[in-house]
């Protein structure tokens, strides 16, 4: 008569190969979380010299008729591309916030006019609220205008999501990282490396877009 296994080994069994299992996946989760955000905060130090037939803004808060410190710190580093020649046209990109107001859009295009650049060249689009639908729409009003080629202007540490958004909508774009972020503080940057960390882990599971 065969010997039968004892109810109490079996499940100590199972509870021990769910743990390696459960601790192995725990493992590989943070590591590829640990290499999302070494690809972020690596390709932060990307910038692009090549001229582009446009720059596209990727919108932030506007604090009533005026861009908060990290929107303008992205606008200020536009206009110097368009007064160098580097880029002809401007796309300035955000809808209404949360709690009304005007437009991400259309506070950047007029601080962008009290700063050198002609409204004849400024694009806006005041509808997306998040950065692939920042992009897509932007890429719909360069199509409009007969614009090709853009230089994607954003904080450094948003650099990586914005480009791989800009490949997946087949957009020709190169990062242009504005030099003066507002995110100054090592305080600062560690909350927005982890999350963009977060999020470029989503966009290349196809979690996010």
């Not at 506070?107 to 920042?134: C, F, M, P």
Request: glycine share 10%.
């Amino acid at each position: 008569m065969g010997l039968e296994r004892k109810p109490g080994k079996t499940k100590k069994k199972r509870r021990a190969r769910w743990g390696r299992i459960t601790l192995v996946a725990a493992f590989l989760a943070l590591a590829a979380y640990g290499w999302s955000c070494w690809d972020v905060y690596a390709y932060s130090k990307s910038t692009s010299s090549k001229k582009a037939d446009a720059a596209i803004v990727l919108g932030a808060a506007a604090w009533g008729p005026k861009p908060s410190p990290v929107f303008a710190a992205r606008l200020d580093h536009a206009a110097e591309l368009y007064k160098s020649g580097q880029v002809k046209k401007i796309v300035v990109t955000g809808g209404v916030g949360r709690l009304g107001g005007p437009s991400e859009a259309s506070v950047g295009a007029d601080y962008l006019a009290k700063h050198g650049v002609a409204k004849r060249d400024i694009i806006q689009e005041d509808i997306s609220r998040r950065t692939y639908d920042n992009l897509r729409n932007a890429q719909k009003l360069m199509v409009c205008n007969g614009l090709q080629s853009a230089l994607v202007v954003s904080d450094p540490l948003h650099m990586r999501r914005a480009i791989v958004s800009c490949g997946a909508l087949g957009l020709p774009a190169e990062p242009s990282p504005t030099p003066t972020s507002a995110y100054k503080t090592w305080e600062s940057k560690l909350k927005f490396l982890l999350r963009e960390g977060s999020n470029m882990l989503g966009v290349r599971l196809g979690l996010v877009q």
